[in-house]
Structures are given as structure tokens and as C-alpha cells.
């Protein structure tokens, strides 16, 4: 990082056919100085999430596509190197929505909370007592309202979202059984993430009866990470009364505008002879949440109940390429671009 250079990375192109490296461009602009009111941030980590595919879409989605020339956007956590804010003093370190870039000038109006360094690693904002954990705890606890004994499944089980999830499950007193990519995450949810029991879907040659295997007493709650084909079998599996928790997409294509979506299964007559209730769930929903997180999830982190992994990429340069990596399935665990050296 260069303390008189902002590097950052633009979004030059849709994602047709799939996010690719040169959807982006690096460029190099002056660094900016503060007017009255602003701050000045040093980015220190840059949070990569699977949402990000359909943020730089045009196919609809919650929130606009972002505009082509913009830098890409993302919840990062930084350092104030310079304040003409009477809110936020020169060294403090934020939690907010610099995007991908070095330095970034705020009104506080994309700052979400000043983090405290002594409490817990600066990068946790990012995942576990952040946006992640919220996530993960939000739509389990009062989506899914899960009961001890009941059976949880958790698509993408092994990620920074299921991984909590699978978790929160057994402290809840649930089974917790997970679907996954790969042998490496299967036993990684296994060993490290508690779950009694997890699935390699790629490998699984009747993924149906593997399931049923795994879960031999019906699902009661499902938090899916995926959709798709994967999501199709499980809904096959519930239990009357079964709570599913619609978090992400990523097994199903972007649509283009005014196209239709892909064909597929539909939930209707299995969601009605089960009296099931399937909701959809963002947690920029509950932003205001993040200033005051939930406590029972802090103290869990706290205590160590709550296992976690990074996945560091050093560079601000190498993000795209780290994004393509996680969407493809490759990341080991919360994925995490360092842009500039550690807290001063």
C-alpha cells in the first residue's frame, strides 16, 4: 500500500456466463484528503461473499446492479488516518462499506460500528461477529426456530455461513447434518464444525438416499445456502412443519433481464402436504443489528464455543481472482483479502 497512491478495483463488465477476472480493472488514482464532515480509512481487510455474483448482475436481484466504472463494492474494516468528523478520532478502526480500494473517504454514513482491537481479532467483524454471524444466527434462531432434537441441514456446510450455522444447530440441541463439495469439507464439518454427519453431494451417486441416510428422521429445518438441483433433494426429505431458510442462490444460473428463470422443481404441493414454511432472508435487513449484536452469539464467540477459519489472500490486486475462487468453491474457510498492514 502506497501512502500516496489509492489503488482500487472497478467493475468494467457484467458477469455473462459467470463472474471472470477481467469483469474488473485495477487503477491507480491520487489519494484523497478529507473535506469538513469525512474521515479518511486505510482498508485493512476486504470482505469477498458469494452476494457479490449478483451485485454486479443485471439479472434482478434486491438491490441495483452496481454501475459498470464503479468501484466494486464490499464491507471492509480500516483505520481512520485522518478526521475532520466530530464522531471519529484518527486511529479508531471501523467496520463499513469502503469497497475494494486502499483509501476511502466516509461521512460515517457507510460506517456501521468502531471496533475495539483488544477484544477480538479486527478481521472478525467480517465474519463471525459480523455480517456472517448475523446471518447465520438471524435466520437460524428466528427463521428457522429450531427445537432440541430436531434435525438441521445446512447446504454449503463447510462455508463462513453454514459453518456457523451447523454449529449454532448442536448448541441449539439439534442434529446438525451438512452438504458439501468436497471429502476435505465433509471432514472438516465433521471434526471441526461438530456436525454429526455430512455430505459430499458431488460424490454422492443418489444424493436422495444419502440424505435420507443422514437424516433418517426427516429434516425439520433446512438452511439453504444454494438452491438448485441440491436444495430440490432435500425439500423431497422435510418433515411436516419444517421451517426452510431461503440465505443464498449460488446453485442456480443468473437470469438476464425479462428472462425466465431455469426450469426446475416447484416447492408448491411438497411445501403445502408438509405445512412447511419456506422465507427468504438478507441481513441487510437488519443492519441496525450489527451495531449491537446478539449476545448470546458474542459471548459463544467469546467463550471459544464457535469455531471459525480464514481464508487470507494477501493483496488488493489479487481480489478478483480470490472471488472467482470462492465462488467456484475453493475457499478454506471465511474469505478475506489483506489490503494494508495491521492496526498502528
Known amino acids: 500500500m502506497s501512502e500516496n497512491t489509492n489503488h482500487q478495483i472497478l467493475l468494467v463488465a457484467r458477469p455473462e456466463g459467470g463472474v471472470r477476472e477481467d469483469c474488473f480493472r485495477r487503477e491507480a488514482a491520487a489519494r484523497p484528503e478529507p473535506g469538513p464532515g469525512e474521515v479518511l480509512i486505510r482498508v485493512i481487510y476486504l470482505s469477498l461473499d458469494p452476494a457479490m455474483r449478483g451485485w454486479i448482475s443485471e439479472a434482478p436481484n434486491y438491490r ?17 488516518a485522518a478526521s475532520r468528523h466530530p464522531n471519529y478520532a484518527v486511529g479508531e478502526v471501523v467496520l463499513g462499506r469502503q469497497g475494494w480500494r486502499e483509501w476511502a473517504l466516509s461521512d460515517g454514513g457507510d460506517l456501521h460500528r468502531k471496533l475495539d482491537p483488544s477484544e477480538a481479532p479486527i478481521s472478525t467483524a467480517l465474519h463471525v461477529l459480523g455480517h456472517t454471524g448475523l446471518t447465520a444466527y438471524l435466520g437460524l434462531a428466528e427463521v428457522g426456530q429450531p427445537k432440541a432434537g ?7 456446510a463447510a462455508g463462513a455461513v453454514g459453518s456457523m450455522v451447523g454449529q449454532i444447530a448442536r448448541l441449539k440441541g439439534c442434529r446438525a447434518v451438512g452438504l458439501t463439495g468436497s471429502d476435505e469439507k465433509a471432514a472438516l464439518c465433521r471434526d471441526d464444525f461438530g456436525y454429526d454427519a455430512a455430505i459430499n453431494y458431488r460424490t454422492a451417486q443418489d444424493l436422495g438416499a444419502a440424505i435420507a441416510a443422514a437424516c433418517p428422521q426427516g429434516i425439520d429445518v433446512y438452511f439453504d445456502n444454494v438452491g438448485g438441483p441440491i436444495s430440490d433433494a432435500v425439500l423431497e426429505r422435510i418433515n411436516v412443519g419444517a421451517r426452510i431458510i431461503v440465505c443464498g442462490t449460488m446453485g442456480i444460473p443468473d437470469g438476464g433481464p425479462g428472462e425466465p428463470p431455469p426450469p426446475g422443481p416447484r416447492p408448491n404441493r411438497q411445501l403445502l402436504i408438509k405445512r412447511a414454511r ?58 478475506l483479502v489483506r489490503v494494508g498492514h495491521e492496526v498502528v
Request: glycine content about 10%.
Open 64 to 80: 441495483e446492479a452496481l454501475p459498470l466504472d464503479s468501484v466494486m463494492i464490499g464491507f471492509t474494516v480500516g483505520q481512520i
Open 278 to 335: 419456506m422465507e427468504g432472508f438478507l441481513v441487510l435487513d437488519h443492519q441496525a443489528r450489527l451495531d449491537r449484536l446478539p449476545a448470546e452469539l458474542v459471548a459463544w464467540v467469546r467463550d471459544g464455543k464457535l469455531a471459525y477459519r480464514e481464508d487470507v489472500v494477501e493483496g488488493l490486486e489479487n481480489a478478483p481472482q480470490a472471488l472467482l475462487r470462492l465462488l467456484a468453491g475453493g475457499n478454506r474457510g471465511k474469505m
Open 150 to 156: 430436531e434435525t438441521v441441514m445446512v447446504s454449503t
